[in-house]
Nanobody, 125 residues
Framework: QVQLVESGGGLVQAGGSLRLSCAAS????????MGWFRQAPGNEREFVAA????????DYADSVKGRFTISRDNANNTVYLQKNSLQLEDAAVYYC??????????????????WGQGGQETVSY
């Protein structure tokens, strides 16, 4: 059974930075794409970033492009999301997720079948 454990969220001032980590177990981590999604109150869960199995390909939502960076460490079964220049609109619960099958890479949350517990991020003035 796949387990994803997130850490690193919290309270940050606008313009600041945070790094989220997501440690995976129970699956051959290096074979699967990973993604980060977020959900703000009253909103649907939205795609933030994705990284393929090797880390050689990444994609971002337009709203975070140039500010967020997704990366992975396959030796330690961990995926990261570095968030810089944080804005009030970035406040949400952030979730990491692993793709349903090794061949999938993309932004469709239905194609991710295991999720972290979610970490609340609050951005203040």
């Amino acid at each position: 059974q796949v387990q994803l454990v997130e850490s690193g969220g919290g309270l940050v001032q606008a313009g600041g930075s945070l790094r989220l980590s997501c440690a995976a177990s129970g699956r051959t981590f290096s074979s699967y794409s990973m993604g980060w999604f977020r959900q703000a109150p009253g909103n649907e869960r939205e795609f933030v970033a994705a990284i393929n199995w090797s880390g050689g390909r990444t994609d971002y939502a337009d709203s975070v492009k140039g500010r967020f960076t997704i990366s992975r460490d396959n030796a330690n079964n961990t995926v990261y999301l570095q968030k810089n220049s944080l804005q009030l609109e970035d406040a949400a619960v952030y979730y990491c997720a692993t793709a349903r099958r090794p061949t999938y890479y993309g932004d469709n949350h239905d194609q991710y079948d295991a999720w972290g517990q979610g970490g609340q991020e609050t951005v203040s003035y």
